[in-house]
């Protein structure tokens, strides 16, 4: 499977089941329009859906999936899991199942405020990634996450001075490669990307 972040603007996902695996899952699409359709809805899940159907999923149900963009299958029945699979591939939409077998995965994910993190095995040790999230977000220096936020500034910076690509790249990494880039983050933002400039070069 091929990594992708994806804007949750204007997408429309239908959550097919409302139990707890169906709750973590939204829990990673809450900023798209949900729907959920089950006879059983977690409470929590009802607060994050656009629009609740309490109801026992049955063909008129099924017939929602061509409307949206994204299906996740969570009811606890595998065989009907594996029909809205079916569905959903033979009509070109994304389709998540609890069972396996649908065309994308949602990730174990760590969040910071300038980048993300995601782990994933494409399913075949689901333990593995929440494990490995878990080590990260102890290892990770918050540094990381004043420097994403500088050298995006300084890529804007860079991007009015340096038009070639190529050369803009290379820049960034020289930053990123230097231990006194590092050390100015102990300064204030000024300081730092005065710093962060110098090492770049390209007449900033």
Not at 115 to 139: D, H, K
């Amino acid at each position: 499977m091929v990594p992708l972040l994806i804007s949750p603007n204007h997408l429309r996902v239908l959550f097919l089941g409302g139990g707890n695996v169906a709750m973590r899952k939204a829990e990673h699409l809450k900023d798209c329009r949900i729907t959920v359709v089950a006879e059983s809805i977690k409470e929590e899940l009802k607060e994050i859906a656009h629009k609740v159907v309490e109801d026992r999923i049955h063909e008129d149900s099924l017939s929602l999936i061509e409307q949206h963009d994204l299906v996740i299958a969570a009811t606890d029945d595998a065989e009907l899991n594996s029909r809205i699979v079916e569905r959903c591939i033979s009509s070109n939409i994304l389709v998540n199942s609890v069972d396996g077998g649908g065309n994308f995965m949602i990730p174990s994910t760590l969040r910071r405020d300038h980048y993300t993190v995601c782990a994933s095995t494409e399913g075949l040790a689901p333990v593995f990634p929440p494990f490995l999230i878990g080590i990260l977000e102890g290892i990770l220096d918050p540094a990381y996450d004043d420097m994403a936020r500088l050298i995006s500034e300084l890529r804007l910076e860079l991007k009015e001075r340096l038009p070639d690509q190529k050369k803009r790249a290379e820049a960034l990494e020289k930053v990123l490669r230097d231990p006194l880039a590092w050390e100015a983050l102990g300064e204030d933002d000024e300081t730092a990307l005065a710093t962060m400039r110098r090492i770049a070069g390209a007449g900033l």
